[in-house]
C-alpha cells in the first residue's frame, strides 16, 4: 500500500473512532438519570449556619422546622395512636412537604434509620451524650448528610415529609427529645415532653 493508501486509511480510523465516541456521548445523553434517593437543595450545596428566619424555643432549642412560630405549635403529648394501642411521645409539627427540618440543637448525627413506623429518620446526640433528638417521616436528608457528622444549631439536615406510617395528605415532622442514661443506644432512652421546650411559658 504506498502513502496515499496508509493515509485515507488513517483518516478512516480516526473517523470510526470519533463516530464512535458521538455516538456513545449521545446514547448516554438520552437516558434518563438516576434520581438521588432523597431530596437534595436546588443549589447542591449544605447551609453550615442557622438560617436567618430560625426560630428559637423556650429552652434554648431551635424549632425543628424552618419558618415555623412557636405560636403555631400544638402540644400532643401523650394522645393516642394506633388506634389507641400507644401513646405519642412526641411533638408533630405541621409543614408543606419539603420545608427544611433544622437541627434542634448541637450535637453528632448518630443514625440514619429506615423505619416502618418512623420512614426516612435521624437521630442526633447532644454534645454532652445525655440527649437524643429523633426527627421522623422525613422526606428525606440534606445533601451529604452522613453519621458522625457534626450539625450545629438551625442547621439544615432534612426535608419535612410523610414517609413511615405518616398520613400523605399530612406531611409533618415527628419530633421527639430522650434522655439519655449512661451506655444507652440511639433507640433507647426516656422521652420528655418537647413543646414545653419549645413554647414559651410552657
Same mark, same amino acid.
Given at each position: ?12 480510523? +480516526? %473517523?470510526?473512532?470519533? +463516530?464512535?465516541? !458521538? ?5 448516554? #445523553?438520552?437516558?434518563?438519570? #438516576? @434520581? ?37 405549635? *400544638?402540644?400532643?403529648? %401523650?394522645?393516642? @395512636?394506633?388506634? %389507641?394501642?400507644?401513646? *405519642? ?6 409543614? /408543606? ?19 416502618? /413506623? %418512623?420512614? *426516612? ?25 452522613? =453519621? ?6 438551625? =442547621? @439544615? ?13 399530612? /406531611? *409533618? ?5 430522650? @434522655? !439519655? ?6 433507640? #433507647? ?7 414545653? +421546650?419549645?413554647? /414559651?411559658?410552657?
Amino acid at each position: 500500500m504506498n502513502r496515499l493508501g496508509w493515509t485515507i486509511l488513517a483518516l478512516l480510523v +480516526l %473517523g470510526g473512532i470519533a +463516530l464512535a465516541t !458521538m455516538v456513545h456521548l449521545g446514547s448516554g #445523553q438520552l437516558s434518563s438519570p #438516576q @434520581r438521588s434517593p432523597t431530596p437534595t437543595p436546588a443549589s447542591g450545596s449544605r447551609v453550615l449556619r442557622p438560617a436567618p428566619s430560625t426560630a428559637t424555643g423556650a429552652s434554648g432549642l431551635v424549632i425543628p422546622v424552618a419558618g415555623v412560630a412557636a405560636a403555631a405549635l *400544638h402540644d400532643d403529648w %401523650g394522645e393516642p @395512636r394506633g388506634g %389507641g394501642t400507644r401513646a *405519642h411521645h412526641a411533638i408533630d409539627i405541621m409543614a /408543606p412537604k419539603g420545608t427544611p427540618v433544622l437541627a434542634a440543637a448541637s450535637g453528632r448525627i448518630e443514625k440514619l434509620f429506615e423505619s416502618v /413506623p %418512623g420512614g *426516612h429518620t435521624v437521630y442526633v446526640r447532644s454534645e454532652d451524650g445525655g440527649t437524643v433528638y429523633y426527627y421522623a417521616h422525613l422526606d428525606g436528608y440534606w445533601l451529604g448528610l452522613h =453519621e458522625g457528622q457534626p450539625v450545629l444549631p438551625g =442547621e @439544615r439536615i432534612a426535608f419535612v415529609g410523610a414517609t413511615g406510617d405518616a398520613d400523605p395528605g399530612a /406531611p *409533618h415532622l415527628h419530633f421527639e427529645v430522650k @434522655r !439519655m442514661a449512661a451506655g444507652e443506644r440511639w433507640w #433507647q432512652g426516656t422521652n420528655v415532653d418537647p413543646y414545653p +421546650l419549645l413554647v /414559651p411559658g410552657r
